[in-house]
């Protein structure tokens, strides 16, 4: 194989989608997937793999076939058709066997992922998938103590039902686009948001927090759980595999009713680290919980007004950095994460942040941030104002401001406190949203999600608005107030 040069982000992201489409053909052209079974464990059976497994090849064709939608037609096609089948798979149903009246074990249809009460409202699901089980002697296959067996597949644990899920997660923002289907619904996803929140959260109300392994839906075990049952409550596992419960941090934005996965996840975590060693993180990060943690990382960037710190850095391609409060250029800092050598390449290990000529390079921040870029440590700024000079330039801003300004030499620029605010209530807003200010020609309200996708625009003339709300997901969103003098943002929670 020719060797590649690998400069950028996308150079990778390039290079690691190939070996993924070579991959995924040596299976397919292996016999290892056969329809209508999906993917099977070898090409000489005709058993489907569980459905984690199904899972893991199922993300990667819709992400490879997406990929390839503007490049590869062929390919592009044929992968989003196999995953838009797994999907179908997901959505339909198994049989089971199940002992009647303790006499006969007879085969039952039912889906793939049941539900588990109407009180509850989430889902359980086996382990098997839609592999029919073949029952020899059904007598003996089902279940019976004290020898327990169950012939439809043990109940999916939280470590294996969180590689489940993310196929589910990984498409239902793109379903339609690239399946022009949705196999998805929004029910689904809060069912499953429901299992980890009312299956598998345990607290027993005098701050201990933990998750339990699996759920218990009467004689059935759960996958390589232990063999005890708890009053038929979900059965509980060791402390390290129990820590992929963080896997499921990204159904926190499916969490419709009450948006609490990430605060249950946030909880347990930081109890678990608190007081710890470095060894207590170690733990946390082992295996496939990099993925958990790597989730978590995403709904705290998501969800909180983080900070961002650049240091050593030299910029050969383009990139932006988007930050929801305060952005600080400092490579000559003294911050224990700033490393001798720079994180990204190419590799530097002077205290630098250089731009490259051609390179363009945006620093976006929340109105009312922060922004700080300098590389000489004594420059400081007083407020609203923007200075340059011959070795960096200090920006603070303490309002909500556009700047478009070309700084040359030793100029300074003195910037105005804005003094038009406007009202924005309720806060949470359930029907309807208002916006009270002072006169002005022209305004546009821009309501956006928390992806930054637009929802709607509204423009009037005047002091006061109102918005309907009503129809809106529950969740938290960002209203834009553009005038004819600033732009001011607020966060919005509607609760319905």
């Not at 001798?340 to 205290?351: D, M, Q, R």
């Not at 340059?388 to 401001?401: K, M, Q, R, S, V």
């Amino acid at each position: 194989m020719a060797s590649t040069t690998i400069v950028t982000y996308g150079d990778y992201a390039n290079w690691l989608a190939e070996r993924v489409h070579e991959t995924l053909k040596w299976y397919i052209d292996n016999d290892f997937y056969k329809f209508p079974l999906g993917f099977r464990h070898t090409p000489y059976n005709n058993f489907p793999l569980q459905i984690n497994q199904q899972a893991g090849y199922a993300t990667a064709l819709f992400y490879i076939g997406a990929f390839y939608k503007n490049y590869n037609q062929t390919i592009s096609n044929t992968y989003l058709a196999m995953s838009n089948y797994l999907a179908q798979q997901y959505k339909g149903n198994t049989k089971i066997y199940k002992k009647i009246n303790n006499h006969a074990c007879v085969p039952l249809f039912q889906p793939i992922f049941t539900l588990y009460s109407q009180q509850t409202n989430a889902y359980t699901w086996h382990t098997n998938g839609w592999e029919t089980h073949t029952v020899p002697n059904p007598l003996n296959d089902c279940y019976s103590a004290p020898n327990p067996h169950i012939a439809s597949g043990y109940f999916e644990d939280v470590s294996h039902g969180a590689v489940t899920l993310a196929f589910p997660i990984a498409v239902y923002a793109y379903q339609q686009q690239f399946w022009n289907q949705t196999l998805f619904t929004k029910t689904d996803m809060q069912r499953f948001a429901n299992t980890l929140t009312k299956l598998l959260y345990y607290n027993n109300n005098s701050g201990q927090t933990d998750f339990y392994f699996s759920v218990n839906t009467g004689n059935n075990l759960c996958y390589i759980c232990p063999d005890n049952l708890e009053n038929g409550l979900p059965v509980a596992y060791n402390e390290s595999n129990r820590r992929t419960a963080l896997m499921w941090g990204n159904l926190d934005e499916h969490d419709l009713q009450n948006q609490q996965v990430y605060n249950l996840l946030l909880n347990y975590y930081a109890i678990t680290l608190d007081g710890q060693n470095d060894n207590a993180a170690g733990k946390i990060a082992e295996g496939n919980h990099y993925l958990g943690l790597s989730y978590l990382i995403q709904n705290q960037w998501q969800k909180e007004c983080v900070n961002l710190s650049l240091y050593k850095r030299n910029m050969v391609y383009n990139q932006d950095f988007t930050v929801k409060n305060n952005i600080s250029v400092e490579p000559n800092s003294n911050s224990i994460y700033n490393s001798p050598e720079s994180y990204a390449e190419p590799k530097i290990n002077t205290a630098e942040f250089t731009i490259e000529p051609g390179v363009t390079v945006g620093f976006h921040a929340k109105a009312g941030s922060n922004f700080h870029a300098g590389i000489n440590p004594n420059m400081c700024t007083d407020g609203g104002r923007v200075s340059g000079g011959n070795t960096g330039h200090d920006i603070t801003l303490h309002e909500p401001l556009n700047i478009n300004e070309n700084l040359m030499g030793n100029e300074e620029v003195s910037i105005e406190k804005p003094k038009q605010q406007w009202l924005v209530f309720p806060n949470p807003a359930q029907q309807e949203l208002n916006v009270l200010g002072t006169i002005d020609e022209n305004v546009q309200l821009t309501l956006l999600d928390m992806s930054g996708r637009t929802i709607w625009q509204h423009h009037f003339a005047g002091t006061f608005y109102t918005a309907d709300v009503s129809n809106l997901e529950q969740g938290i969103y960002i209203l834009q107030i553009n005038t004819s003098k600033h732009i001011q943002t607020k966060k919005i929670f509607v609760r319905q």
